[in-house]
């Protein structure tokens, strides 16, 4: 057999090979220089030269995005856009420093330049407004920044001490999670609460929660998200399953929004304690990804004994391998849970098959509005 009939007969060669020139071309500095010159080829350059140099100073715009949320410049400009000169006492900053910050943040659309030397809201601006779980996570990104400055022993794993995101989600490195104090999982408990509404919505449009009778959101924090299924479905009953000092403050959020009567709350270990029984509609929110293939297949497992023949999982979170929000599971989360010490992101295939070992046959993927936020599985016994 011919070299050129041995290509012809394997599709994957001859991809290997288109690449390996289009490597070459791309390499060629006389290939580049000639590419920049001509119309089409100029565009490409430019538009590459960008998304190269934004990976080079995305930490850079993160701080920009961070000094917004610490002087709360967001909240400020919520009511009109204001001159430097009136903001910059109360950001406690110079005129210049000010200046600096509102252009930086014009240049990344947090906010808009409104005349001369005036500010406003810019569109990434009202939305973080809007969405204030977003402003939570990037307060929090100081611990997960620290572990990432050396990223290459991070991947490595050069017998580094505890890491501080391990540290901060105090249930991944306690010898006995049950015994947890309340100012163990305060921190935690109060980020996933305010993160929590970012997905929340996306799950109950996605799946009509309204036909069952009772809800077991299991690691569902202190019950944000039962706080949003209990709005949309006013006769649904609640259950919450986790450690037990955070099922104390999930009491004490709860009975602040009138569910105390509708809510039933269970503290424990899902590793080692069995789930509550009752429900016909489960909920595991951005739980799976925490944990092993070992830990997450015996949750699994669990939430298959819990529930009745009938019933019915939702399973939500960001997964690896999403159509156009490749870097959310593949990079942000990777390294998130790398640098927390267990778990990983997932592709949807992955945690089927968990799910079909677990003694879940069925599994469907939903729709959700914003898959770079959260994917939907539900997983049934019976078709």
Not at 44 to 71: H, M, N, P, T
Not at 140 to 149: F, G, M, R, S, T
Not at 282 to 289: C, D, G, K, T, W
């Given at each position: 057999?011919?070299?050129?009939t041995?290509?012809?007969?394997?599709?994957?060669?001859?991809?290997?090979?288109?690449l390996?020139?289009?490597?070459?071309?791309?390499?060629?500095?006389?290939?580049?220089?000639?590419?920049?010159?001509?119309?089409?080829?100029?565009?490409?350059?430019?538009?590459?030269?960008?998304?190269?140099?934004?990976?080079?100073?995305?930490?850079?715009?993160?701080?920009?995005?961070?000094?917004?949320?610490?002087?709360?410049?967001?909240?400020?400009?919520?009511?009109?856009?204001?001159?430097?000169?009136?903001?910059?006492?109360?950001?406690?900053?110079?005129?210049?420093a000010?200046?600096?910050?509102?252009?930086?943040a014009?240049s990344?659309?947090?906010?808009?330049?409104?005349?001369?030397?005036?500010f406003?809201?810019?569109?990434l601006?009202?939305?973080?407004?809007?969405?204030?779980?977003?402003?939570?996570?990037?307060?929090?990104?100081?611990?997960?920044?620290?572990?990432?400055?050396?990223?290459?022993?991070?991947?490595?794993?050069?017998?580094?001490?505890?890491?501080?995101?391990?540290?901060?989600?105090?249930?991944?490195?306690?010898?006995?999670?049950?015994?947890?104090?309340?100012?163990?999982?305060?921190?935690?408990?109060?980020?996933?609460?305010?993160?929590?509404?970012?997905?929340?919505?996306?799950?109950?449009?996605a799946?009509?929660?309204?036909?069952?009778?009772?809800?077991?959101?299991?690691?569902?924090?202190?019950?944000?998200?039962?706080?949003?299924?209990?709005?949309?479905?006013?006769?649904?009953r609640?259950?919450?399953?986790?450690?037990?000092?955070?099922?104390?403050?999930?009491?004490?959020?709860?009975?602040?929004?009138?569910?105390?009567?509708?809510?039933?709350?269970?503290?424990?270990?899902?590793?080692?304690?069995?789930l509550?029984?009752?429900?016909?509609?489960?909920?595991?929110?951005?739980?799976?990804?925490?944990?092993?293939?070992?830990?997450?297949?015996?949750?699994?497992?669990?939430?298959?004994?819990?529930?009745?023949?009938?019933?019915?999982?939702?399973?939500?979170?960001?997964?690896?391998?999403?159509?156009?929000?490749?870097?959310?599971?593949?990079?942000?989360?990777?390294?998130?849970?790398?640098?927390?010490?267990?778990?990983?992101?997932?592709?949807r295939?992955?945690?089927?098959?968990?799910?079909?070992?677990?003694?879940?046959?069925?599994?469907?993927?939903?729709?959700?509005?914003?898959?770079?936020?959260?994917?939907?599985?539900m997983?049934?016994?019976r078709?």
């Amino acid at each position: 057999m011919t070299h050129s009939t041995a290509l012809a007969l394997n599709p994957s060669a001859i991809h290997d090979k288109w690449l390996a020139f289009r490597d070459r071309l791309l390499t060629s500095p006389v290939f580049l220089r000639h590419a920049k010159r001509a119309p089409f080829g100029s565009r490409i350059a430019k538009r590459r030269a960008r998304a190269l140099f934004d990976l080079c100073a995305g930490f850079v715009y993160s701080q920009v995005l961070r000094s917004c949320v610490e002087l709360k410049v967001f909240e400020l400009l919520a009511s009109g856009p204001q001159r430097v000169a009136d903001l910059a006492p109360r950001l406690a900053l110079s005129e210049d420093a000010t200046r600096q910050l509102m252009l930086a943040a014009v240049s990344l659309e947090l906010l808009e330049r409104r005349g001369d030397d005036r500010f406003g809201l810019g569109v990434l601006g009202s939305a973080m407004l809007a969405n204030p779980g977003v402003g939570a996570m990037v307060a929090h990104h100081e611990i997960l920044y620290n572990d990432l400055k050396d990223p290459v022993a991070l991947l490595r794993g050069d017998g580094a001490p505890a890491s501080d995101l391990s540290r901060y989600w105090a249930y991944s490195d306690a010898r006995d999670p049950k015994q947890l104090r309340e100012a163990s999982v305060s921190s935690y408990s109060a980020l996933m609460t305010a993160s929590v509404s970012l997905v929340a919505e996306e799950i109950i449009d996605a799946y009509p929660i309204e036909q069952y009778q009772c809800l077991l959101d299991i690691g569902g924090g202190e019950g944000g998200f039962l706080q949003a299924a209990a709005r949309r479905a006013p006769k649904l009953r609640l259950m919450l399953f986790d450690l037990p000092a955070v099922v104390e403050r999930a009491r004490t959020r709860l009975a602040g929004a009138g569910l105390s009567q509708r809510a039933t709350l269970v503290g424990g270990d899902f590793f080692t304690d069995e789930l509550p029984r009752g429900a016909d509609l489960a909920s595991l929110v951005r739980v799976i990804h925490d944990h092993d293939d070992e830990h997450a297949l015996c949750l699994l497992r669990a939430v298959r004994r819990a529930l009745p023949a009938n019933g019915i999982l939702l399973l939500a979170e960001p997964m690896a391998g999403t159509t156009g929000a490749e870097p959310v599971g593949d990079a942000y989360f990777s390294f998130y849970l790398r640098a927390m010490g267990h778990g990983r992101a997932r592709t949807r295939g992955e945690i089927e098959a968990l799910l079909h070992q677990a003694g879940f046959p069925y599994v469907r993927l939903l729709p959700t509005q914003l898959p770079l936020q959260t994917q939907l599985l539900m997983a049934s016994p019976r078709g």
